[in-house]
């Protein structure tokens, strides 16, 4: 079930065209769900690094793993980071659909 939520998320909104976020209404369904990307399309150029088949995935995945880090630690509870050993599995099915999305992507931009 992770495998498919996060392959379903990142084919939707999480793919390599994140570098056009800017582009989206923040007020829409799409711009909402865009929304931690919005800082990260204006660093990244189109067709840059964000389409490398290795690099695009990786640095989508330490974006977000970054701004949920932030967000961990600013929660008072949140001093054991016993989570990520707790649920490595579902991180590894997570980071396997993120990759998975972004392939089929890159792989649909070749053949155009």
Not at 79 to 94: D, E, G, L, Q, V
Request: hydrophobic share 45%.
């Amino acid at each position: 079930m992770t495998f498919i939520l996060t392959f379903t998320y990142c084919t939707l909104f999480m793919n390599p065209d994140l570098d056009l976020v800017h582009n989206i209404k923040v007020l829409s369904i799409r711009g909402i769900l865009s929304l931690p990307f919005r800082f990260y399309s204006r660093i990244f150029k189109h067709r840059g690094i964000s389409h490398s088949l290795i690099f695009g995935s990786l640095t989508r995945i330490l974006w977000l793993g970054g701004i949920a880090l932030v967000i961990y630690q600013a929660l008072p509870s949140s001093r054991n980071m016993n989570y990520c050993h707790s649920y490595k599995y579902f991180i590894w099915y997570a980071a396997a659909g993120v990759c998975l999305a972004d392939w089929g992507h890159l792989l649909l931009d070749i053949k155009q």
